[in-house]
């Protein structure tokens, strides 16, 4: 096997939300700026079955449209294309949300309708999981979850049943800040990471639990909260950890669209938890790239990301994970 890649230190760590895919930074531009051929463009182009880059994609183009009305006219001019459709369906759910944080929280019938717009999507575009995953995210917003949610996740996982997003916005759903609590979100969490195929990023998703745990106790108690001592370290916090390096990392042949992001969790799960040897391996495999959470939930998160990248970095070689049967 080649030797761990080994990084330089250097100054400030990088911040692209489009994670290096400069087709889709462009088409965000573009849908700003009122133009939308550009997203025509990229999302007809997908391989079949492709379902990872195109939710990375629809994701951030909805972002970029939802304050403008860009999408809506890409739909008014041709109400049958399926991308168009996918692509409105999420704009809207993303401004619901947006709505929503103001304090203008919908009526079930907004939702209702934001929820049909979704459904048509999933009509038009009857093999595509995403149409699902706007309605698995919309869900969160129903003030007792919606009824169903549970037929959307069985039509979702039918199209696609390890889908990065989907299972991101389950977790949400099943956080005490909505629908759930601390112990469903990490049981929801472990059951997907134990049943992940070998090399997905899906073993992650404990250590998005785990922080998202955090964030939601430290905000309502403190950094001080009782039970938080171990929060990071516990004897199942690293098992988790290094269940992921063992079926990931050390067969992460795939790059998936929000690897960064799936990493920078990873390496701040590896940190926190004293395993800096560990952490200096997935550092070297972001090769700087950062994203503002988790590590923000305990501070500047800039200056948290350089301050461990450089402490892992004086840990000695890179630890490599094992791989199964070693």
Known sequence: MAPWPRRRRSGAPVYDQAF??????????????????????????????????????????????????????WYAADPTSPDAAVLRAETEVMRTFAAARSGAMPANDSLDQVAGLCLRAGELAPEDPYPYVSLVTLARLYERGDPNMGHWWKELRARDPHHREAHHQALRYLSPRWHGSNGEANNFAWDVAVY??????????????????????????????????????????RWDLRNALDHWIAHRTVSYAQDVADLNYL?????????????????????????RVPWSYSGDPESLFVRWRDKAAEAGPPVKPRTSGA
């Open 20 to 73: 290096g895919d400069r087709s889709l930074e462009q088409c965000r531009q573009d849908m700003v700026m009122g133009r939308w051929e550009g997203a025509r463009d990229l999302l007809a182009e997908h391989p079949p079955g492709d379902w990872d880059r195109r939710a990375h994609r629809i994701r951030l183009l909805a972002d970029a449209a939802a304050s403008r009305r860009t999408v809506d006219v």
């Open 267 to 291: 390496a701040h799960g590896l940190v926190h938890a004293g395993m800096e040897g560990q952490a200096a391996a997935v550092f070297a495999l972001l090769d700087n790239r950062a994203t």
């Open 196 to 237: 992940a195929p070998v090399g997905s990023p899906l073993v992650v998703l404990p250590q998005v639990a785990r922080a998202e745990q955090y964030r939601h106790q430290t905000e309502a108690e403190g950094r001080t909260a009782i039970g938080l001592a171990y929060h990071w370290s516990g004897d199942r916090a």
